[in-house]
């Protein structure tokens, strides 16, 4: 079945976010994948619990997105964006314009969610310099945030050992709101919880303390994925929404995780009622079969960093080799297509109870402490083992994967967000097989 050589040197690959001594000793291998599955080496059907890493909406290995993909690399496969263009580019930033929320409608392209934050950082600092108010350099992210690896990312972001390493090397000028999460108030809450829209309100507090005069920008994941799903509590994002717009903050949301119909609806903002005045998107822009990222920023701050100098000079001096590749705008272009044709947002949507009633069904599981959700995403807490935090989470995704189920877990959190073309009865899979795993381990 498997034609390939079998790989039987893994020390080359040093892999990202992976103990790598621990995978190697026993590694998990996919080789295909198809719709709502993946294949192992070992010749076994995974249900994808996960879409990848949040980001294969549409499912695998697309036949409208492979054909695009291929045309678009048989015709040209690379063509500059540095003072050259290229009509997909066009195309693809007009079709990006069309789902994102009113008036944020110019779109800057990167390679990754990474990219794009550090691009949106960098975006808002420009566009407080080019209305005069070029002391505007501090940022302001969110305890237990997750923005990339950047060195902008990871200064904004709030996950501690993705800070530790490198705390020399971060920022200066940044600050972080509290995050939103309290088991002992919004423990099973089905939804936003209704307790923490206060919590928005800090940010009074961190402007009166640098002043509003030396604040560039607020960034925040609308609904929190990497850090174990946090669901933002009603009002909260309004509120900071309110705040912002008073001290003349500009607002970013990070929706690489929740773009392109992950909440049922085309981004958060839109499914929220609160829109920022950037939003950076990655993942599954393109169904994640090219590396790509997007920042959409509101007309009027495109229009200030744009109209600022001369017309024959360089407005933002930022940019990568690969801003528009033709192939990953292709993947893009034939992505959008297949949400629309398919109605992908809606039926994230209309699949959204079930998967709640699904997951919240284990309540009564063992070690289960929390369980949260909001459309096509859920959060699972276990009580962490004693002496050993992460290893019984660590322990039931390899149950899982053993049993055909691909799951997410960050410390002692499972985190489920499936391709939207998801199924009632995979839906049950996926639980019904963490049920058992979760009574397996100790
Ligand atoms: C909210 C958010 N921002 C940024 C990123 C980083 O994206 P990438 O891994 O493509 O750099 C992620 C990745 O999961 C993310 O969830």
Redesign the pocket.
């Known amino acids: 079945m498997n034609a390939r050589p079998v790989i039987d040197d893994l020390s080359s690959f040093w892999m990202p976010f992976t103990a790598n001594r621990q995978f190697k000793a026993a590694p998990r291998l996919l080789e295909s994948a198809k719709g709502m599955y993946y294949r192992s080496t070992d010749g076994r059907d995974v249900l994808d619990g996960t879409a990848g890493?949040?980001?294969v909406n549409a499912g695998h290995c697309r036949d409208e997105i492979v054909d695009a993909v291929q045309k678009a690399l048989g015709t040209l496969d690379f063509a500059p964006t540095f003072q050259m263009g290229h009509p997909l580019a066009f195309e693809a930033a007009t079709r990006v314009a069309e789902v994102m929320p009113e008036g944020l409608d110019r779109i800057f392209f990167t390679?990754?969610?990474?990219?794009?934050?550090d691009t949106a950082l960098k975006i808002a600092l420009a566009y407080h310099r080019a209305r005069g108010e070029g002391q505007r350099t501090r940022l302001i992210g969110r305890e237990r945030?997750?923005?990339?690896?950047?060195f902008g990312?990871i200064s904004v972001g709030g996950i501690a050992p993705n800070r530790k390493t490198f705390s020399g090397a971060l920022l200066p000028s940044v600050d972080h709101l509290p995050h939103t999460h309290d088991l002992a108030r919004n423990a099973f809450t089905k939804g936003q919880p209704s307790w923490g829209e206060h919590l928005a309100e800090d940010l009074e507090r961190i402007v009166a303390l640098h002043d509003p005069s030396t604040i560039a920008a607020v960034i925040v994941?609308p609904l929190?994925?990497?850090t174990g799903v946090l669901v933002p509590p009603k009002g909260y994002l309004q509120k900071l929404r309110e705040i912002c717009t008073k001290y003349g903050i500009l607002l970013i949301f990070?929706?690489?995780?929740?773009g392109f119909g992950r909440l049922g609806k085309a981004t958060a903002s839109e499914y929220f009622g609160v829109t920022p005045d950037l939003i950076?998107m990655?993942?599954a822009i393109n169904n994640a079969a090219i590396?790509m990222?997007a920042v959409a920023a509101h007309r009027n701050v495109h229009d200030t960093v744009v109209n600022a100098g001369a017309a024959n000079a360089i407005e933002l001096f930022h940019g990568y080799t690969y801003s528009a590749h033709p192939v990953a705008m292709s993947a893009a272009i034939a992505t959008l297509d297949l949400y629309q044709r398919d109605k992908l947002f809606e039926r994230a949507a209309s699949k959204a109870e079930k998967f709640e009633s699904a997951v919240h069904a284990l309540r009564d599981a063992p070690f289960v402490k929390d369980i949260r959700n909001l459309g096509l995403v859920a959060g699972i807490e276990l009580e962490p083992r004693e002496g050993a935090p992460g290893a019984r989470a660590y322990e039931v995704f390899v149950k899982c994967f053993e049993a055909g189920v691909l799951v997410r877990y960050t410390a002692d959190i499972l985190a489920f967000s499936p391709p939207l073309i998801i199924e009632d009865d995979q839906i049950d899979q996926i639980f019904g097989t963490v049920r058992k795993a979760l009574e397996s381990v100790k």
Do not use: F, Q
Not at 145 to 150: F, L, Q, R
């Open positions: 890493l949040w980001c390679n990754s969610g990474s990219e794009s934050v945030g997750y923005h990339g690896v950047g990312g994941e929190a994925g990497s990070d929706e690489v995780i929740t950076t990655a993942k590396p990222g």
